[in-house]
């Protein structure tokens, strides 16, 4: 298990403040935020690279804030990969084993279940310079985990790759973990990466932790409004909410029409409805008790490839994300006049 207790690192123009977290063993958890919010100095005071000026890092039950990278266990995997432009492919995944003077025997075993693991056999003999992102991303990793790691910790690892790359990358990652099990820190700028891999997020921002939970919770159930635009909540409203008997009814700011929620909340909030959990229909739907409807028009229709992002006007505009094709088969188009619905549950106050 990975423990931080109260860690604060000042770095002149920025610091890490209060840092308290908890990463079980086994756990893939993922470090999600903008630039500059303070990722890569926390997992960089956890691999060893900065020491904190207050406050504690465990390491599998033993207090490592004050251990070099070497005793901690720890493999790396910074942004740029960092491979030995030197050396070859086989000797780079070698490279760290030899350091902790493996025998040839080992090396030999370790070297063929990387490759086997990665599926870079065929890389074995290139030099670092010749290798795609994605290739060189692979040889990185199987580098990092030839030495058995109690820990990995990935930074940006994905970043610099075009989108399908990554998505490939994302199920190798997967799959890695699933067969290793290794404690995972993984810093990424990319929700849906982190939504994709991660069994915790933690959401940073200016050096503090600002949420933690199930990517599930994260993305749903933002708690402050930083999370919520960072989690590409498109519809996030000022409102007031007033509590009732089975819902609390909400009047957003620039609306004449309530809508109901099961956030249980009283007084001034913030009101957040994912696009994708909004239906629309050109006809008057019966609606059950948990069910919001709004009237309005068909302002904007954003061609997103498998997907068309649409702009309604209820006194307020709210988007709304669907398939092309039932977009097409509902015969939906701009200056619509439309109905909206949404459940009562899917309307989150914080």
């Known amino acids: 298990m990975i423990r931080i207790n109260n860690l604060f690192k000042d770095l002149g123009d920025f610091s890490l403040e209060n840092i308290d977290l908890e990463i079980q063993e086994g756990e893939y958890f993922v470090l999600l935020g903008p630039t500059g919010s303070g990722k890569t100095v926390l997992i960089e005071c956890i691999a060893g690279l900065h020491n904190p000026k207050v406050g504690q890092i465990w390491i599998n039950g033993r207090d490592a804030t004050m251990l070099t990278p070497e005793e901690r266990g720890v493999s790396y995997v910074p942004q740029d990969y960092a491979l030995f432009p030197f050396l070859t492919v086989k000797e780079n995944i070698e490279f760290g084993m030899k350091i902790k003077k493996y025998s040839k025997a080992e090396i030999d075993q370790r070297l063929k279940e990387m490759l086997d693991l990665l599926e870079i056999e065929n890389l074995l003999h290139r030099d670092?310079?010749?290798?795609?992102?994605?290739?060189g991303q692979r040889v990185a990793i199987a580098r990092a985990l030839a030495v058995k790691p109690t820990l990995l910790l990935l930074d940006e690892p994905l970043s610099a790759l075009d989108p399908k790359t990554q998505q490939a990358l994302w199920i190798e990652l997967k799959r890695i973990h699933r067969e290793l099990k290794v404690t995972t820190i993984h810093v990424t700028h990319n929700f849906e990466e982190a939504i994709s891999l991660g069994d915790r997020i933690g959401v940073m921002n200016k050096g503090e932790i600002v949420q933690i939970g199930p990517p599930?919770?994260?993305?749903?159930?933002p708690k402050s409004r930083i999370v919520a635009e960072f989690v590409g909540a498109d519809n996030l409203f000022k409102g007031t909410?007033?509590?009732?008997?089975?819902?609390?009814?909400?009047?957003?700011?620039?609306?004449?029409?309530d809508i109901s929620t099961t956030t249980k909340k009283e007084g001034s909030t913030y009101i957040s409805i994912r696009p994708e959990d909004i239906v629309l229909s050109k006809d008057v739907c019966k609606c059950y008790a948990d069910m919001n409807m709004l009237k309005g028009r068909i302002t904007e229709a954003l061609d997103k490839g498998i997907l068309i992002k649409a702009v309604v006007d209820v006194g307020i505009p709210l988007s709304v994300l669907l398939t092309r094709r039932a977009y097409l088969e509902k015969e939906l188009s701009e200056g619509d006049e439309v109905y909206v619905i949404f459940k009562s549950m899917d309307v989150h106050l914080f």
């Open 128 to 135: 670092p310079s010749t290798l795609s992102g994605g290739e």
């Open 241 to 257: 909410s007033k509590i009732g008997d089975e819902v609390s009814m909400v009047r957003i700011n620039g609306m004449i029409t």
């Open 216 to 221: 599930d919770e994260v993305f749903r159930k």
